[in-house]
Every structure is written in C-alpha cells, then in structure tokens.
C-alpha cells in the first residue's frame, strides 16, 4: 500500500489549526493507521493509532480521523513544540508496513 | 518503562556487511506478542521498515531490501540485531530499533544510530 501524504509543507501560526491528509493507494484493513511526529534530531514518536486512539501521554489537541484511504490528523491550538515532521504509516497489510514521506509543519 | 538502545560501528565500506545491536531493557523480547524491528532513515528523507522478529522467533523482511537483510535475536542478552550485505552508499541512513505491541504501531523507539557507508 503506497500512502501520499499532503500538503509536503504547511506554514501555520501559533494558535491556529493544522490539518494533514494521508491518502492510501487501496483500503488500510481495519483502519490500522498510525501518525508520528519527528522533532529534528529526535526519533519518531507515535501520535495516533487505529486511525483514532491518541498513544499514552498524548494531548488532546492531537486527533485522527477517517477510514478506508483517506486519514486526517488534525492539530488544534498548535503550540511552538508542534512545529515537526509528521508521518503516517500503515499496518493493516501487516507484515509489510509502509510509511507516508512526510509532513513539514513550519511556522508561519 | 521499556527502553532501546542501538550500538555498531558508525563507519561501514562499500559492499561490507553492517551489522547493529539493539539492547532491550526494562522488558523481555520473548514477551508474548511483541515485534521487534529496524526501522531507517536516510539523511533528510522519510522512514523505511526494514523487518522484525517475532517473540517468537519469527522473522519477515521488507522485500525492497533484496534479501540482504537478516534480524535475530539473543534472549539471553535480551538484544536482537540487524545485519544488511552489500552495503552501499544508498544505505547510509540512521537506523532505529522500535517495538511493535502484537499487529500494532511502533510504540516505543530508541534514539537511532547513524551509519556512514564510504570507503
């Protein structure tokens, strides 16, 4: 499964609303969908799960969304931490697992 | 609190074999229904499985690698490793060790280890 991430960059201002697609080239079985969140020089850290169900520690100001191929993470309230990489990444072909190429949220 | 740590070489030369660790700390990699695997990154660019190991033993590759990559796992030193043939220069990346909880996202991550292939 190929997974498109858009846009490749977001500019955004604290405060306000980030809204990041991932696109499946087929159906993601069971919405087995994750998001990520990579700070420069930090390893990926999992956001999201079954498309929905924000990982332990996690703010609420992070939410996932949909089904089938199309998947949204959605922000609210960014804060200056925010400010990463995001990547999707599915594994409802497990074994094989694929990951988006990523979402640049800059500050505006 | 479950931690992962990678160790190897940072240096490997054209068509050598690379070989990593990952030391397991504060839980078992035979602990049911864990997945065990590495994960890369090359340098400004995204993230690519490269397989796992199973609690269980069970291996499974990403077939873009060729069969170059083989992953076992020593549970008397609760460490399982990577070892990828034939370098070359496009698999100089860092290379993260990261669990999975059953058919589930990676949960928990270590702090990546950058490998260099150059002669």
């Known amino acids: 499964i190929v997974l498109t991430q858009s846009p490749g960059t977001l500019s955004l201002s604290p405060g306000e609303t980030a809204s990041l697609s991932c696109r499946a080239s087929?159906?993601?079985?069971?919405?087995?969908l994750a998001w990520y969140q990579q700070r420069p020089g930090q390893a990926p850290r999992l956001l999201i799960f079954?498309?929905?169900s924000r990982a332990t520690g996690i703010p609420d100001r992070f939410s996932g969304s949909g089904s089938g191929t199309d998947f949204t993470l959605t922000i609210s309230r960014l804060e200056p931490e925010d400010f990463a990489v995001y990547y999707c990444q599915q594994y409802g072909s497990s074994p094989l697992i694929t990951f988006g190429q990523g979402t640049r949220l800059e500050i505006k | 609190q479950v931690h992962l740590q990678e160790s190897g070489p940072g240096l490997v030369k054209p068509s050598q074999t690379l070989s990593l660790t990952c030391t397991v700390s504060?839980?078992?990699?035979?602990?049911?229904?864990?997945?065990w695997n590495w994960i890369r990154q090359p340098p400004g660019k995204g993230l690519e499985w490269i397989g796992y190991i199973s609690y269980s033993g069970n291996t499974y590759y990403n077939p873009s690698l060729k069969s170059r990559a083989t992953i076992s796992g020593d549970t008397s030193k609760n460490q399982f490793s990577l070892k990828l043939s034939s370098v070359t220069v496009a698999d100089t990346a860092v290379y993260y060790c990261?669990?999975?909880?059953?058919?589930?996202?990676?949960?928990?991550w270590g702090q990546g280890t950058m490998v260099t292939v150059s002669s």
């Open positions: 087929q159906s993601v079985r069971s919405s087995y």
């Open positions: 079954v498309a929905s």
């Open positions: 990261v669990r999975a909880p059953g058919s589930d996202a990676f949960d928990i």
């Open positions: 504060g839980g078992s990699i035979s602990s049911s229904n864990y997945y």
